[in-house]
């Protein structure tokens, strides 16, 4: 996760800072996917059992997602 966009005054906070996901991408060769930053939805729709991109889709968190879906399917060969 990365970054947390306050829902009072849409202010970007990094809660635990910024690049250990492509460090650690970098540090096990593999490719860094991307960030995906938390938005307090998720919380909601987990606990009703829904899945958040679906119910959230112009969400910043769930176009991050789509984001990294659409570039791991690119990569599929079939
Ligand atoms: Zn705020």
Redesign the pocket.
């Known amino acids: 996760m990365s970054g947390f966009r306050?829902p009072?005054?849409?202010?970007k906070i990094d809660l635990f800072m910024t690049g250990g996901g492509k460090k650690a991408a970098s540090d096990f060769k593999v490719p860094f996917l991307g960030a995906i930053p938390i938005d307090v939805q998720m919380v909601k729709s987990a606990d009703e059992g829904q899945p958040f991109i679906c119910s959230n889709k112009e969400s910043e968190t769930s176009q991050a997602f789509e984001k990294i879906i659409q570039s791991i399917i690119s990569q599929i060969k079939l």
């Open positions: 306050c009072n005054c849409g202010e």
